[in-house]
């Protein structure tokens, strides 16, 4: 033990030094741009968990006495916190200065209004939970028509009146490539059509948008909405099980050899992609002053394209409101929040943000209660 203990200890150390940089690297991988680099877009999907293994790694240290590592894992969250306050927020709820002017959105990839986990249950739960959640607007992605018995789980007449009777105001994108997007609201709400700003470049524009723009009028004053559904990362079922089916060495390297030939390349194109299409969302609603932008973003907070949002003026409704990290993607492993809700102007307030767990899509909805500022 005299010999062994001391090699377990330095293992032990370096063990810890890696993780800390590694948890460093990926607090700063969203500075860097996908269309050069791959791997720090990758790394920023980790944060949150290794933020949790160092601080956890810390304690560890500073329990065992030894104030050196313990310091260094403090020292890597403190060079890592303008990241990592978004990632894992300290943040709590915020008391309205006028509860008259509170209102709530709530923002859901339905997936067609399916049910992933129990699909033999009678009804539809996602209609049932979108009926009595009491939000005031709800942004929809992956949904193409609200009267198609084809797309809707257990779809019937009486459970969309049911929907439409809470929810009498609804609108919906037109847009071939946004054309998933739909808005339920106890507001008035319409869409509005935005224009490309290079005439050139018009049809592969529309072609290309994941955006449409909706504008509810919410006690007395018009809010403009932008619903997303940013690119995935059109992973297969198989390909996004390639973590879980590691169960030895062998299953190790064709894993590796998977993520390398195959999945690499798709996460790649995704992050470029996603960051274009960022760029054209920000550039296509520059005039908006007051916006709520919210929706299936696809990316986690700290990376390029949340950067990106933030650079333009946006606040993220969660840590403002919220303490710790969440996920909002709920399968295969991918733990990520990857659904945002960003607002900008000064007549908006994030007071509370609250994330559902109703399992029906591969999704969480979420919730931000708004305070509207004269």
């Not at 005031?136 to 018995?149: A, T």
């Not at 102007?345 to 931000?368: C, F, M, W």
Request: hydrophobic share 40%.
């Amino acid at each position: 033990m005299i010999i062994i203990s001391p090699l377990i200890r330095l293992a032990l150390k370096i063990a810890s030094i890696v993780l800390f940089l590694v948890t460093l690297a990926a607090a700063y991988g969203g500075k860097v741009n996908p269309e050069y680099m791959t791997v720090p877009s990758i790394m920023v999907l980790a944060l949150p968990y290794l933020a949790i293994a160092t601080l956890l790694t810390g304690i560890g240290w500073l329990l065992s006495g030894r104030l050196i590592m313990a310091a260094l894992a403090g020292l890597t969250l403190f060079a890592g916190w303008g990241s990592l306050k978004d990632v894992t927020p300290l943040s709590f709820s915020k008391q309205p200065q006028d509860p008259r002017r509170t209102f709530t959105l709530l923002t859901f990839n339905s997936l067609h209004l399916a049910d992933t986990t129990k699909r033999d249950l009678p009804g539809n739960r996602a209609i049932r939970f979108l009926t009595e959640c009491g939000a005031d607007v709800i942004c929809l992605q992956e949904l193409d028509n609200f009267e198609d018995p084809n797309e809707i789980h257990h779809w019937s007449r009486t459970l969309m009146d049911s929907l439409y009777k809470v929810y009498p105001y609804r609108a919906a994108s037109p847009e071939p490539q946004a054309d998933d997007l739909k808005v339920l609201s106890k507001y008035p709400v319409e869409y509005i059509p935005l224009a490309c700003q290079d005439a050139e470049d018009a049809e592969y524009w529309h072609k290309r948008r994941r955006w449409a723009l909706f504008e509810v009028e919410i006690k007395g004053m018009k809010i403009p909405i932008l619903n997303f559904h940013m690119t995935s990362y059109n992973l297969s079922d198989t390909e996004r099980v390639v973590v879980t089916d590691i169960k030895g060495v062998n299953s190790a390297k064709n894993s590796f050899k998977e993520f390398r030939y195959e999945i690499f390349p798709k996460l790649g194109e995704a992050f470029r992609t996603r960051a274009q299409n960022v760029k054209e969302m920000i550039s296509t609603t520059s005039g908006y002053k007051t916006l709520i932008a919210c929706g299936d973003f696809n990316d986690v907070p700290a990376s390029w394209s949340y950067g990106l949002m933030r650079k333009a003026g946006f606040r993220d409704a969660y840590p403002e409101t919220s303490f710790g990290p969440t996920n909002t993607f709920n399968q295969f492993l991918f733990l990520f929040h990857i659904d945002q809700i960003f607002y900008r102007g000064p007549h908006l307030q994030a007071l509370k943000t609250k994330r559902y767990r109703i399992n029906t899509s591969d999704h969480y909805p979420v919730e931000a209660t708004f305070e509207l500022i004269p």
